[in-house]
């Protein structure tokens, strides 16, 4: 019997007032589209022949049927994107309607777990991969495309992108959006006016910003409101002190594991001394990411630097294009001497393999599989989300889709660059906010605003994620 309640799960997540991840997509008002409407703009209905003839692929049904799709593209350039690839869908299978919804990111984790629990969840639905997915599994609103992806034609997605669709040996997500890692955006005009190398460790770094101090500007621009935004700056003093041997340990509780190991309580004292030294903007916490109130800073020359992910890069050429190619440039997170010393790896990079990636909920009323609505799915994600027109609009986008090959012929130097440390890292470590389970998730995120607040110690807030990583695990 499919679960409708999602238990634990559910009951944790819904207790939050706001819920928001890590994404690729700027984010506007909710919306909801029938993309009938979007196959005038790319040539309308069936010509006779179909983009997949030829292809081994499941034999769609004839029949009508209508698909509801969820994902968070809610401003161009990504709306339009996913758009066009459902419209190129609908036109070569006329009988097949897709209810595309577009959700907004701050509120779409609330909103697929309201769907899910009242059994009224999106036939596709988009992700961050991590532990959600896993969840949306074991609740039983994923189907399970293992032997599908055996047996059909898909792209030849780079190793760690079908890594970060699998839980316990199953695909469970095929990837959609692209490769995404975490840099720090640089004003190359303010850097040079003052004088300023780019900084290769944490010490460094800090006299840079002792320097933007000194002379009116905000070191770091971030919009803390939505969270996952401070956790960047956490998650990456955690890997330069430790590499990814604490947040493992963390995450298992096991062997003396704990998010009050040295490496979290270093990350801790790190940002809230950078707090008390006015390194990041003044009401740190009530600036939304989702409004771009961090790039606003940056635009207007208030800050200097953003930590942030590569999704970013097209967001700000869609802007103002001449001004980014002016003034922007990217370097990785710094080092952390006195661990690289010890022998602490310190190519560890943040960010995902994935960007996004959609899983089917494709069931009949008593729970068994709705194996033609999920071979039309499974079409549609593996051929229109990622064949030549929605990768090439990728690129054009600034994001490199997560198949091989597409990481070698970068054109924009930022983009490259983080791509090219993405590719060189020993390990990459997905966003906590997607990697640990949905009740920790909640606590970490509220953490940060704790953390950055000033209103708990490092230690303080260790013991809230441990007490919730073991209560997840226990149950």
Known sequence: MRKKIMSIFFATVLTAATLAGCGGSSTGTTSGTDTGASQAQTGGGSTGSKQTDGKNLPELTTEPMTITLWDISTEDPNKGIAEAAVARFMADYPNITVNQVHQQNDN???????????????????????????????????????????KYDHPEYVEAAVAQSTYDGKMLAIPFSGLTGCDIFYNKTIFADLGLEIPETIDELETVCDKLKENGIIPFSLANASKWTGSMYY?????????????????????????????????????????????????????????????????DGSAAMMLHGSWQVGGIKADNEEWYNENIGVFRFPEDSEAKAAGVPQDVEIGTAIGMGMTFNCFKEDGSVDQEMLDACYVLATQYFNDDTYNAAQVAAGTVPSIKGFNENIEDPNNKYIIDQFFKASNVQLWYDQYLPASVTEVHKNCMTELFGLEKTPLEIGQEQDAAMQKALEE
Not at 136 to 147: L, M
Not at 283 to 292: F, I, P
């Open 108 to 150: 779409y984790k609330q909103q697929l777990v309201v769907a899910m629990s009242s059994g009224q969840a999106p036939n596709i639905y988009c992700h961050w991969g991590g532990g959600p997915m896993a969840e949306y599994y074991k609740s039983g609103f994923a189907n399970d495309i293992t032997d599908m992806y055996a």
């Open 235 to 299: 998650m990456y003093l955690v890997a330069r002190h430790s590499g990814n041997a604490e947040f493992d340990a963390a995450y298992t509780q096991e062997n003396g594991g704990s998010f009050t190991s040295p490496a979290f309580i270093y990350a801790g004292e790190k940002i809230q001394d950078w707090v008390k030294k006015g390194y990041f903007p003044d009401g740190v916490n009530s600036l939304s990411a989702d409004d771009n109130q961090d790039r606003a800073l940056l635009y």
